[in-house]
C-alpha cells in the first residue's frame, strides 16, 4: 500500500533558526497536504499543494511539491517559539475510494529554543 | 462555535468495557473520519464515510463499530476495551473528494484521550 515517509522525526532548533522537513511517498500523489498539531492540540490544515514543482508560501513558511509528485517539503525561515508543534504532511490515494483516505506521514516534532 | 466536536474529551475505563465516543460537525461536509493518533503521535485512519456510508475501513478490529445516523454525525463504538486501545481519538470531516482530487483540507475534532486501565 501507499507509505508516506516523513523525516526528520525530530528537529530541535535555537530560536531564529531555520527549520525543514521532508515527505516522501512511495506512489505519485495527486496532491498533497500540510498540518501542524500544537502539544496538545488538534492537527490545523496549513496548505494544499496540487501541481508538479509547486512553490508555495506563508508569511515564514514555503512549501514545495516536487516535479514527480512524490516528495514535498516545509521550510520555516527564523522560527520563532510559537512554531513549536508536530508538522505532518498527508497524501491521498489515486483510486477508487481510497481518495477518501488521507494517509499521513509520522510528522516532525519541532522545538524551539528561545 | 465549533465546526467538529466530539465527546468526551476524556475517557478513563477498565480493560473489559465498552464505550462510546460521539462527534458532530456543522460544516455541512459530506465525509467524515475517525482517525487513531498513538503514544508516538502517529495518524492512523480507522474509518471514513461518506454520507452515512462506510467507504474506508482500514482493518480495524470489529470491536470497533462506526456509527453515522446523518451526514453531519459519526460515532464510534468500542467493545470489550483493551490496553492498546488507549490513544487519543480525532473526529474530522472533508468535502467529498472530487474526480481524481483529494477531499481538500480535514477539519478535526479536538479529540478524545482514551486511558484503558
Known amino acids: 500500500g501507499q507509505q508516506v515517509m516523513q523525516i526528520p522525526q525530530y528537529q530541535h532548533v535555537q530560536e531564529g533558526e531555520d527549520f525543514t522537513t521532508y515527505c516522501n511517498s512511495s506512489?505519485?500523489?495527486?496532491?498533497i497536504q500540510w498540518y501542524k498539531q500544537r502539544p496538545g492540540g488538534h492537527p490545523v490544515f496549513l496548505i494544499q499543494l496540487v501541481k508538479s514543482g509547486e512553490v508555495k508560501k506563508q508569511k515564514r513558511l514555503t512549501f514545495q511539491f516536487g516535479e514527480a509528485k512524490k516528495n514535498s517539503s516545509l521550510h520555516i525561515t527564523a522560527t520563532q517559539t510559537t512554531d513549536v508543534g508536530t508538522y505532518f504532511c498527508?497524501?491521498?490515494?489515486?483510486?477508487?475510494?481510497?481518495?477518501?483516505?488521507?494517509?499521513f506521514g509520522k510528522g516532525t516534532l519541532l522545538t524551539v529554543n528561545p | 462555535d465549533t465546526a467538529v466536536s466530539q465527546t468526551p474529551k476524556y475517557l478513563v475505563t477498565q480493560m473489559g468495557n465498552d464505550k462510546s465516543i460521539k462527534c458532530e460537525q456543522n460544516?455541512?461536509?459530506?465525509?467524515m473520519y475517525w482517525y487513531k493518533q498513538d503514544s508516538k503521535k502517529f495518524l492512523k485512519i480507522m474509518f471514513s464515510y461518506n454520507n452515512k456510508e462506510l467507504i474506508i475501513n482500514e482493518t480495524v478490529p470489529n470491536r470497533f463499530s462506526p456509527k453515522s445516523p446523518d451526514k453531519a454525525h459519526l460515532n464510534l463504538h468500542i467493545n470489550s476495551l483493551e490496553l492498546g486501545d488507549s490513544a487519543v481519538y480525532f473526529c474530522?470531516?472533508?468535502?467529498?473528494?472530487?474526480?481524481?482530487?483529494?477531499?481538500?483540507?480535514?477539519?478535526f475534532g479536538e479529540g478524545s484521550r482514551l486511558t484503558v486501565l
Open positions: 460544516l455541512g461536509h459530506d465525509t
Open positions: 498527508a497524501g491521498p490515494g489515486l483510486s477508487g475510494g481510497s481518495n477518501y483516505k488521507l494517509t
Open positions: 474530522a470531516s472533508s468535502r467529498k473528494p472530487s474526480g481524481t482530487k483529494s477531499t481538500g483540507e480535514l477539519f
Open positions: 506512489t505519485t500523489l495527486s496532491n
